[in-house]
């Protein structure tokens, strides 16, 4: 396309330089948002779980490698083992395997990141159908300025009952 007048071609230049400045920037949002989640963030996770698998008289400390970021040097000064998909199928097939995974992790905005872990039993006991648990866990981190450091602070939001509700119990209110 030819401008034939200065004004157009100010213009026309104009929109070719917003263009190229506007992709090269959705591209990097795009980069950040499908990243592993920063080492920083699954320490502080992992952490914070076990504070909360201490209140709930719990010790589960295998996790899933699947969207873990982390090597497993870290994971074993922490007590924790790292464990690939694969060797949890074989395991639950003819055995009963507890361990963490990572199910969800969400962006709501603000710098808030959520992320959904699970405490998952599952396998084939000796005389029984194979079975499957889950106890899913919502916890809230923000990066927060503590005395020049950034950290990432975080919170149980929501946990999951233990048990389950049929239709028909009576409710108590």
């Not at 320490?43 to 589960?60: R, V, Y």
């Not at 992790?105 to 599952?122: F, H, K, N, Q, W």
Request: charged residues 20%.
């Amino acid at each position: 396309m030819i401008a034939t007048r200065p004004k157009q071609s100010v213009a026309l230049i104009f929109a070719w330089l917003l263009v190229i400045t506007a992709f090269p920037v959705l591209g990097q949002t795009q980069a950040t948002t499908n990243d592993a989640l920063p080492v920083e963030l699954i320490k502080s996770l992992l952490k914070l779980e076990i504070k909360t698998q201490e209140a709930d008289f719990e010790n589960l400390r295998t996790i899933s490698s699947e969207n873990i970021g982390l090597t497993s040097a870290w994971l074993q000064e922490q007590g924790f083992r790292l464990i690939p998909q694969e060797e949890i199928l074989k395991q639950k097939q003819d055995h009963i395997i507890s361990y963490l995974a990572i199910r969800n992790i969400s962006y709501p905005g603000d710098g808030v990141v959520l992320i959904r872990l699970a405490r998952v039993t599952e396998g084939r006991p000796c005389f029984s159908a194979p079975f499957s648990t889950q106890h899913i866990l919502t916890y809230e981190f923000k990066l927060e300025e503590i005395v020049g450091m950034k950290v990432w602070a975080g919170r149980l939001t929501r946990d999951s009952l233990p048990f389950t509700l049929k239709q028909g119990w009576p409710r108590l209110y």
